[in-house]
């Protein structure tokens, strides 16, 4: 099965740079996602990594490193409408290609 | 009007009782799935379709049943509700395999309490 690990809570300042970093363990790995969630509302895509390497959209960037297992999501010049849970997503092949499978989440306090 | 539309977007029903989730979708995507999730929890995958002929089961699907009526339709159902159902259910869509096939586009949600 599949299984990722990512820290429950982040807390951070106005205008710093924050990092969420996602383990994962899986078979028939495609790649890895990043969503953005404010209190239960839909989940919304940030970014998708299926080569190692960095993704840089705006101020939002993933990282990948597959030999590792191990992903990150960087948010640069915190805003306080940051404020939300994160989740990274595993998408793999087992056993059926196309499916994702989420983390717990990282709750991201921002504090002026 | 939403890409993605659930409905109810908020349901109160009783043990036992029989329970319906709607997701329709406006984007043409092949792929639909339905995710719960409870509190301070990740997302789990339910069931899953790739098109109307091809449905899935996902990693919780004791309990749930699912039908896809249409390219554009997912239905969800709670045959016989319990309070452990009790949660926010997602609808969700993607392309298949191709550009785009990575996002999934999320509806807002529809939450079940279960007395």
């Known amino acids: 099965g599949q299984s990722l690990e990512q820290p429950s809570e982040v807390t951070a300042v106005e205008g710093a740079i924050v990092q969420i970093n996602c383990t994962y363990q899986?078979?028939?790995?495609?790649?890895l996602s990043w969503y953005q969630q404010h209190d239960g509302g839909a989940p919304t895509f940030l970014s998708y990594n299926a080569l190692d390497g960095l993704e840089e959209t705006g101020r939002f960037s993933s990282f990948l490193s597959r030999s590792d297992s191990y992903g990150y999501l960087l948010l640069q010049e915190l805003q306080m409408k940051d404020s939300a849970s994160y989740f990274c997503a595993v998408k793999s092949g087992e056993p059926r290609a196309g499916k994702s499978t989420f983390g717990d989440g990282t709750t991201l306090t921002v504090k002026p | 009007d939403a890409d993605v539309t659930q409905t109810p977007r908020n349901r109160i029903t009783k043990t036992g009782k029989r329970i319906m989730l709607e997701c329709s979708q406006t984007?043409?995507?092949?792929?639909m799935y339905w995710y719960r999730q409870d509190p301070g929890l990740g997302l789990r995958l339910i069931y899953y379709?790739?098109?109307?002929?091809?449905?899935n089961k996902g990693e919780i699907s004791d309990g749930y049943s699912v039908s896809r009526q249409a390219q554009a339709k997912f239905s969800l159902s709670l045959e016989s509700a319990i309070p452990n159902q009790t949660a926010l259910y997602f609808c969700a869509t993607s392309p298949k395999p191709g550009w785009g096939a990575n996002v999934l586009t999320f509806g807002a949600g529809s939450r079940l309490t279960v007395l």
């Open positions: 379709s790739f098109d109307v002929k091809d449905i």
């Open positions: 984007k043409g995507h092949d792929r």
């Open positions: 899986t078979s028939g790995f495609y790649g």
